[in-house]
């Protein structure tokens, strides 16, 4: 398994979620690292991402403030903290390794993904 992502589950609007996911030490060294998501009917959006050095970061409008992705290099492992959540983050949230050392935006640059894992925000 290369990705494995975990941390999804029932929440109340504004409340907060950690996802993480722990890569192996080639991808996490190496790759690019985000999140997608992807709700029932629509396709999937990317949500965060961090280069490969954890330098730079980059969000998708409707999370910015709300969301931060940091990585760990002790543990090869991503993270995104979820805050002030409303019902509309309700998805399944994907972990992703690009296929270069930052992560794209567009789900083709995407060379590995993790398991789904369900997040579900109650209003």
């Known amino acids: 398994v290369q990705l494995q992502a975990s941390g999804g589950g029932l929440v109340q609007a504004g409340g907060s979620l950690r996802l993480s996911c722990a890569a192996s030490?080639?991808?996490?060294?190496?790759?690019?690292m985000g999140w997608f998501r992807q709700a029932p009917g629509k396709e999937r959006e990317f949500v965060a991402g961090?280069?490969?050095?954890?330098?730079?970061?980059t969000y998708t409008d409707s999370v910015k403030g709300r969301f931060t992705i940091t990585r760990d290099r002790a543990k090869d492992t991503v993270y995104l903290q979820m805050s002030s959540l409303n019902p509309a983050d309700t998805a399944i949230y994907y972990c992703?390794?690009?296929?270069?050392?930052?992560?794209?935006?567009?789900?083709?640059?995407?060379?590995?993904w993790g398991r789904g894992t369900q997040v579900t925000v109650s209003s």
């Open positions: 961090i280069n490969y050095r954890g330098a730079s970061t």
């Open positions: 992703a390794a690009s296929r270069t050392p930052y992560m794209s935006t567009d789900y083709s640059a995407v060379q590995y």
């Open positions: 030490r080639r991808i996490f060294s190496n790759n690019g």
